[in-house]
């Protein structure tokens, strides 16, 4: 595996479901990153991890979890979600937080029913 | 003060036309202007850069144009092929700040054949 990598790459669940992302990178970064890919805000920031180190929360709700156990992986714990949430989910990776070239995987398409 | 407005939200050109896509910023202390390039299906890939002591970058057939006093930079594609079609976002950083790209809302181009 090369790049960053995500899994699952589709997820369908419930409002009562809870269900997790997971990001894999393979580049020897120590950032990583959450982004929200919807139609009404293209690219929004959600979480930067900085050497597993939480270093940015743009006002995300409670019902998304992140978790960084190292600099490689990258998790979004999602419970009690609502329909609004449905969006492309992506992950990316860069040197260190800051560092001006990130690296994108492909996302996990997340429908909330 | 943080945000990149970029316009047009959608184009479409003619196979071997020029693309122009635009970007203003207002934050003085952003020091890498990237692209980003992202197809259907994918995560966005870094297309081209610049740093503001340049007024112009060309890799093959894109160019970027920079306007430092205008606070203002522009993607031009030349010859647009219908491989271009895709999403287009412009963004911004402080290098080495610590936080993340500040992405535009995304141009989506449409090249006809």
């Known amino acids: 595996e090369t790049g960053v990598t995500q899994t699952p790459r589709h997820l369908v669940m419930g409002m009562t479901n809870k269900k997790s992302l997971k990001c894999e990178q393979h580049?020897?970064?120590?950032?990583m990153y959450w982004y929200k890919q919807s139609a009404k805000k293209p690219l929004e920031l959600m979480f930067v991890y900085n050497f597993k180190e939480q270093t940015e929360n743009n006002s995300v709700p409670s019902r998304f979890s992140p978790e960084c156990p190292n600099s490689s992986h990258l998790f979004l714990h999602l419970h009690t979600l609502q329909p609004e949430d449905s969006a492309l989910y992506l992950c990316?990776?860069?040197?260190?937080?800051?560092?001006?070239?990130?690296?994108f995987g492909p996302g996990t398409r997340l429908t909330v029913l | 003060q943080q945000q990149v407005k970029q316009s047009p939200q959608s184009l479409i050109v003619q196979k071997g036309g020029i693309s122009i896509i635009n970007c203003a910023y207002e934050n003085t202390a952003f020091d890498y202007f990237p692209w980003y390039q992202q197809f259907p299906g994918k995560g966005p890939a870094l297309l081209i850069a610049i740093r503001p002591d340049v007024s112009e970058k060309k890799e093959g057939r894109f160019t970027i144009s920079f306007n430092k006093s205008a606070k203002q930079f522009s993607l031009h594609i030349m010859d647009s092929q219908p491989g271009d079609s895709a999403t287009y976002f412009c963004?911004?950083?402080?290098?080495?700040?610590?936080?993340?790209?500040?992405f535009g809302k995304g141009t989506t181009l449409s090249v006809s054949s």
């Open positions: 580049l020897g970064h120590n950032a």
């Open positions: 990316a990776s860069s040197p260190i937080a800051g560092a001006d070239t990130q690296y």
């Open positions: 963004a911004a950083i402080q290098n080495q700040a610590g936080t993340a790209l500040i």
